[in-house]
């Protein structure tokens, strides 16, 4: 879904810009996904997920885990702003967070800033129950994107943890690949010839039997 609009993506052109291509990115993944999951040959729901779409968020439930979708700002591969991250902005979130466990929960980081993935946790007996996961992702303007899974915080910080799932490389691209993303080479949307479309004349059935 990201890759199709960063390939339009224009702002010399058509004024676009990061958060607009984003905010039409994040509506055609949760539209499809949504899609998919209700089509006849579905087998999301014969596995007992559920996907619903509270406030217009994407909400993937599988028993009791709660996996909330969510787009990092920007357009960019580099690591989020893990503290800049706020839940006060909606409803779905703020409620996911506040059922987190405290972040008293984990033991304080060696270095400020870290969050939990970044270092060894001693074991300390007692494992606290998260339920509520985020999936956050990103893309650049190539079509590029990565991926991470966090646990979200109310208060300071933001997150208990985060790990990276994936991140797409540029430099190991396979050129000969259908689906590897590139710049537009062509000329701008605005810029084209607009289609002409096929019209004719419709017939009438006297016009026809003559």
Known sequence: MW???AGR?????LFDTPRGVAGLAWENLRERMLAEYWAAESQWRGQGVRLTA??????????DLAVHVIKAPGMGLREPEW??????????????A????????????????QLAFDFEIPWSGVCPVWREVFFVWAGDATGLTAGWLGLP???RPRWSAATLLWRDDAARRDETADEVPHLPSDAAFSERDVPSAPVSLKRWPEQSAR
């Open 54 to 63: 509270p406030h217009g968020s994407l909400l993937i439930q599988a028993g």
């Open 98 to 113: 506040a059922r987190n466990p405290d972040f008293d929960a984990l033991p304080p980081p060696p270095m400020e800033g």
């Open 9 to 13: 993506y224009e702002p010399a052109h």
């Open 153 to 155: 915080h109310l208060g």
């Open 3 to 5: 890759r199709p609009n």
């Open 83 to 96: 503290l800049d991250f706020v839940w006060d902005t909606g409803a779905t979130r703020h409620a996911a």
